[in-house]
């Protein structure tokens, strides 16, 4: 049924109630109208909310509506509800500070968008004889104090199960004899419903339940619960005690010394704490998440077992496309890491991390994972809808893409050391780099046409920036962010010139925002973003890079970046780079030399300049720092830093010092494309390369990937130097394999198998490297 227009007022209780209050509205039925053929509830809240209809939940959606830009989207959910309504029907609703009033950022300050809750709903109800009875929120609702009595997304939830309001959601509740405290009235508050914006990305749901692996006492006596992964969630659990006995559960990622490891946390509380009644209680706290493997608990009544409790997995509710698994254990675990990396920083919206006080939508994380995250899962809404807030944003600051969205920094004060910047190379690139890895994955050019305006608007800004001689060298940088080499304290001081980096991505911008005017069939815009790129890449040749070939800083991210964004003019300059950062691996023993920027793209460009052996050798290193040493010392996700804790256990100094930051599991797109051998020749995978490149360390990989047109399958094994491969393509689509040193192939859809032969020397040659 179409719906009938907004008629529902925002409103807030009248009376505090702790920061978590309920509302209610109970109605009848309209008479005379027949059976309902169809009832449908809108909802959404200043703050986050869930919502019952005669006291069932309307759907699985927790901490809706999330965090978007609410100055300019507030987004709405819609439930069917036609099982739930009957002759009486409540609407109730929980509200909880949520990203709204709770606190952002690492300043300490919250009300960023307001200081008052509130709910915005309306329930529609169809009857088959097509009347429509609306039941909306406006001040004839009752509001009135719930069990939580503190909640905040960093600092975690209080819930007091002596404050319970049974049957508060259903017909009939009796406010007098509930034993839960007054009740109020409600008022409204100014909203303008221009903002409302009908959800392109998915809910956050429960997703999944992980038991304790182990209970033991710390050194210093406390209770403490391993669950045998880093993940995003809260505990729940069934108990009974004395009335007002307290158990108290904290939460860290990792322990040191035996105990929990909460000074990365920074000012995070990461706490949850439950009041029992006396009787049996259920405790869940919805109203806050946390990052977390490990739980210590206290004053929990008689003992507490395997079987005590259980963590609720939280995240948006994506379907995974993307599978990759080989002969390599620690790959294997490497790549699981990534995927619950993945898993626990793509709640709502592409965060950093999930665990201390930050957890934000920061640019430049995602600019590099984007493609890694749309091959494991189908992320074409999710960041659709992230998208659209870049653009308000970016639209409301004059065409300043920021360094996170939604930019809760820009409510916050601005540290000394972070100058702010005009634009940030690589973090402003999510509005050109993002969409146009949606388009490569999905093949749909309404990302394209959505964030048109956005991907010119930054180019064109960037192009303001540019000094006389062409580049981008101006003004504060990340750069080649958390470089190893560089001071923990000092994490933008990195080996690559922050110049080089900020040209070559200022290169390939300019040089996709010219591919999308072409293909929308915006000429003019394609030439002169065509000739921009053509001034950049000309102008990064003639200062940057030295007759011999050699780039400005030396160093493997520079090298990286030139190959894999196509800056270099030919195939001399393409094989001198490969052979200088081939070099440069191998003189630094393997071992990870690059940070954000140069990591998402070394890989490939070792592969794509002849050079698979060092990129294998560079994966496969776990001496710190590489990818495989966190593996080595027990991580189930990535690291923010190659050196997160150190070998001897402890924890590194750096104030920044996440267990769960996805950016450097990029290179799962170099194992996807690289060793999987998936790639794709046109967008949304409409055609297919095929190109698994072996290398010792790998005797066998399996690969998948669901396609907008089926799915695509690969496995290779290496047998005394034969290659077996087999193929699975999609009918209708075409593929092109390539097997090493070969021509490719063009096949159809259907299963494939081909056989090939690397030469043991070449083997040995990569094995004694």
Same mark, same amino acid.
């Given at each position: 049924?179409?719906?009938?227009?907004?008629?529902?007022?925002?409103?807030?209780?009248?009376?505090?109630?702790?920061?978590?209050?309920?509302?209610?509205?109970?109605?009848?039925?309209?008479?005379?109208?027949?059976?309902?053929?169809?009832?449908?509830?809108?909802?959404?809240?200043?703050?986050?909310?869930?919502?019952?209809?005669?006291?069932?939940?309307?759907?699985?959606?927790?901490?809706?509506?999330?965090?978007?830009?609410?100055?300019?989207?507030?987004?709405?959910?819609?439930?069917?509800?036609?099982?739930?309504?009957?002759?009486?029907?409540?609407?109730?609703?929980?509200?909880?500070?949520?990203?709204?009033?709770?606190?952002?950022?690492?300043?300490?300050?919250?009300?960023?968008?307001?200081?008052?809750?509130?709910?915005?709903?309306?329930?529609?109800?169809?009857?088959?004889?097509?009347?429509?009875?609306?039941?909306?929120? #406006?001040?004839?609702?009752?509001?009135?104090?719930?069990?939580?009595?503190?909640?905040?997304?960093?600092?975690?939830?209080?819930?007091?199960?002596?404050?319970?309001?049974?049957?508060?959601?259903?017909?009939?509740?009796?406010?007098?004899?509930?034993?839960?405290?007054?009740?109020?009235?409600?008022?409204?508050?100014?909203?303008?419903?221009?903002?409302?914006?009908?959800?392109?990305?998915?809910?956050?749901?429960?997703?999944?339940?992980?038991?304790?692996?182990?209970?033991?006492?710390?050194?210093?006596?406390?209770?403490?619960?391993?669950?045998?992964?880093?993940?995003?969630?809260?505990?729940?659990?069934?108990?009974?005690?004395?009335?007002?006995?307290?158990?108290?559960?904290?939460?860290?990622?990792?322990?040191?010394?035996?105990?929990?490891?909460?000074?990365?946390?920074?000012?995070?509380?990461?706490?949850?704490?439950?009041?029992?009644?006396?009787?049996?209680?259920?405790?869940?706290?919805?109203?806050?998440?946390?990052?977390?493997?490990?739980?210590?608990?206290?004053?929990?009544?008689?003992?507490?077992?395997?079987?005590?409790?259980?963590?609720?997995?939280?995240?948006?509710?994506?379907?995974?496309?993307?599978?990759?698994?080989?002969?390599?254990?620690?790959?294997?675990?490497?790549?699981?890491?990534?995927?619950?990396?993945?898993?626990?920083?793509?709640? #709502?919206?592409?965060?950093?991390?999930?665990?201390?006080?930050?957890?934000?939508?920061?640019?430049?994380?995602?600019?590099?994972?984007?493609?890694?995250?749309?091959?494991?899962?189908?992320?074409?809404?999710?960041?659709?809808?992230?998208?659209?807030?870049?653009?308000?944003?970016?639209?409301?600051?004059?065409?300043?893409?920021?360094?996170?969205?939604?930019?809760?920094?820009?409510?916050?004060?601005?540290?000394?050391?972070?100058?702010?910047?005009?634009?940030?190379?690589?973090?402003?690139?999510?509005?050109?780099?993002?969409?146009?890895?949606?388009?490569?994955?999905?093949?749909?050019?309404?990302?394209?046409?959505?964030?048109?305006?956005?991907?010119?608007?930054?180019?064109?800004?960037?192009?303001?920036?540019?000094?006389?001689?062409?580049?981008?060298?101006?003004?504060?940088?990340?750069?080649?962010?958390?470089?190893?080499?560089?001071?923990?304290?000092?994490?933008?001081?990195?080996?690559?010139?922050?110049?080089?980096?900020?040209?070559?991505?200022?290169?390939?911008?300019?040089?996709?925002?010219?591919?999308?005017?072409?293909?929308?069939?915006?000429?003019?815009?394609?030439?002169?973003?065509?000739?921009?790129?053509?001034?950049?890449?000309?102008?990064?040749?003639?200062?940057?890079?030295?007759?011999?070939?050699?780039?400005?800083?030396?160093?493997?991210?520079?090298?990286?970046?030139?190959?894999?964004?196509?800056?270099?003019?030919?195939?001399?300059?393409?094989?001198?780079?490969?052979?200088?950062?081939?070099?440069?691996?191998?003189?630094?023993?393997?071992?990870?030399?690059?940070?954000?920027?140069?990591?998402?793209?070394?890989?490939?460009?070792?592969?794509?300049?002849?050079?698979?052996?060092?990129?294998?050798?560079?994966?496969?290193?776990?001496?710190?720092?590489?990818?495989?040493?966190?593996?080595?010392?027990?991580?189930?996700?990535?690291?923010?830093?190659?050196?997160?804790?150190?070998?001897?256990?402890?924890?590194?100094?750096?104030?920044?010092?996440?267990?769960?930051?996805?950016?450097?599991?990029?290179?799962?797109?170099?194992?996807?494309?690289?060793?999987?051998?998936?790639?794709?020749?046109?967008?949304?995978?409409?055609?297919?390369?095929?190109?698994?490149?072996?290398?010792?360390?790998?005797?066998?990989?399996?690969?998948?990937?669901?396609?907008?047109?089926?799915?695509?399958?690969?496995?290779?094994?290496?047998?005394?130097?034969?290659?077996?491969?087999?193929?699975?393509?999609?009918?209708?689509?075409?593929?092109?394999?390539?097997?090493?040193?070969?021509?490719?192939?063009?096949?159809?859809?259907?299963?494939?198998?081909?056989?090939?032969?690397?030469?043991?020397?070449?083997?040995?040659?990569?094995?004694?490297?």
């Amino acid at each position: 049924m179409p719906l009938a227009p907004w008629h529902a007022a925002m409103i807030t209780p009248d009376a505090e109630f702790d920061g978590a209050p309920l509302l209610r509205k109970e109605f009848q039925a309209a008479e005379g109208h027949g059976p309902v053929a169809k009832a449908t509830l809108r909802a959404t809240a200043f703050g986050v909310y869930e919502a019952f209809i005669n006291g069932i939940p309307v759907g699985e959606d927790v901490l809706s509506p999330g965090w978007s830009s609410y100055e300019w989207r507030l987004r709405y959910r819609s439930y069917d509800v036609t099982s739930l309504v009957g002759p009486s029907t409540v609407i109730g609703v929980e509200l909880g500070n949520g990203w709204y009033r709770g606190r952002l950022a690492w300043h300490g300050m919250s009300n960023l968008y307001g200081s008052e809750l509130g709910f915005f709903g309306q329930l529609d109800v169809e009857f088959e004889d097509g009347y429509v009875q609306s039941v909306a929120t #406006d001040s004839t609702w009752q509001s009135g104090p719930s069990a939580t009595t503190a909640n905040d997304l960093y600092d975690g939830q209080t819930i007091d199960a002596r404050r319970n309001q049974q049957g508060w959601a259903q017909p009939n509740f009796d406010a007098g004899t509930s034993g839960g405290g007054a009740w109020a009235g409600v008022h409204e508050l100014e909203f303008d419903a221009g903002r409302l914006a009908e959800p392109v990305g998915p809910p956050v749901v429960r997703t999944a339940v992980v038991r304790p692996v182990e209970i033991f006492t710390s050194p210093s006596g406390k209770m403490l619960v391993d669950f045998g992964q880093n993940l995003v969630g809260w505990l729940r659990f069934t108990v009974q005690g004395a009335a007002g006995e307290t158990i108290t559960v904290r939460h860290a990622e990792v322990l040191e010394d035996g105990e929990l490891g909460v000074r990365p946390l920074r000012s995070a509380k990461v706490t949850d704490t439950f009041i029992l009644s006396g009787g049996e209680d259920f405790f869940e706290p919805t109203k806050t998440f946390h990052g977390f493997r490990y739980a210590e608990i206290s004053g929990w009544p008689g003992a507490l077992t395997q079987e005590s409790l259980e963590a609720v997995v939280v995240h948006s509710e994506l379907e995974r496309t993307g599978t990759f698994e080989c002969s390599n254990e620690l790959v294997n675990q490497l790549h699981r890491n990534i995927v619950w990396g993945f898993r626990g920083n793509f709640l #709502d919206l592409p965060t950093d991390c999930p665990q201390r006080d930050e957890r934000l939508g920061w640019t430049g994380d995602i600019a590099v994972f984007a493609p890694t995250a749309a091959f494991l899962y189908d992320v074409k809404g999710f960041l659709q809808d992230w998208l659209l807030d870049l653009a308000a944003e970016q639209k409301a600051a004059d065409g300043l893409v920021p360094i996170t969205v939604p930019d809760a920094l820009k409510y916050c004060p601005q540290p000394p050391e972070f100058p702010k910047p005009e634009s940030s190379a690589l973090w402003s690139e999510a509005s050109v780099w993002v969409p146009w890895a949606l388009w490569e994955a999905y093949g749909d050019d309404t990302v394209l046409k959505n964030q048109y305006e956005s991907m010119t608007s930054h180019t064109r800004r960037v192009e303001g920036l540019l000094s006389s001689t062409g580049l981008w060298d101006t003004g504060f940088q990340f750069g080649d962010w958390l470089d190893p080499d560089a001071d923990p304290d000092k994490p933008w001081d990195a080996k690559a010139d922050a110049g080089v980096v900020a040209t070559t991505c200022m290169f390939r911008t300019a040089s996709i925002t010219a591919q999308t005017a072409r293909l929308l069939g915006h000429h003019d815009d394609a030439e002169y973003f065509e000739q921009l790129a053509a001034r950049v890449q000309a102008s990064f040749l003639e200062h940057y890079v030295a007759a011999d070939g050699t780039i400005r800083s030396d160093c493997t991210t520079v090298y990286a970046l030139a190959i894999a964004f196509g800056i270099l003019p030919g195939p001399e300059h393409v094989d001198f780079a490969g052979e200088r950062l081939a070099e440069l691996v191998r003189k630094n023993n393997y071992r990870v030399s690059t940070g954000f920027a140069g990591t998402p793209f070394i890989t490939g460009a070792l592969t794509d300049s002849g050079h698979s052996e060092e990129a294998y050798r560079l994966l496969l290193e776990d001496g710190c720092p590489s990818w495989l040493y966190p593996v080595t010392m027990g991580a189930t996700t990535v690291w923010e830093r190659w050196d997160s804790m150190l070998p001897d256990g402890t924890i590194n100094k750096g104030e920044m010092t996440s267990f769960n930051h996805y950016a450097l599991g990029a290179v799962a797109d170099w194992l996807h494309k690289g060793v999987g051998g998936i790639s794709p020749l046109a967008p949304g995978y409409s055609k297919i390369r095929i190109a698994p490149v072996p290398g010792v360390g790998i005797d066998w990989a399996r690969t998948s990937l669901k396609t907008p047109h089926g799915t695509v399958r690969v496995e290779w094994k290496l047998d005394d130097g034969a290659l077996h491969l087999e193929v699975t393509v999609p009918e209708g689509v075409e593929a092109d394999v390539v097997l090493p040193g070969g021509e490719p192939r063009s096949v159809g859809g259907g299963t494939h198998r081909f056989e090939g032969y690397i030469a043991a020397s070449e083997l040995d040659r990569q094995g004694s490297r």
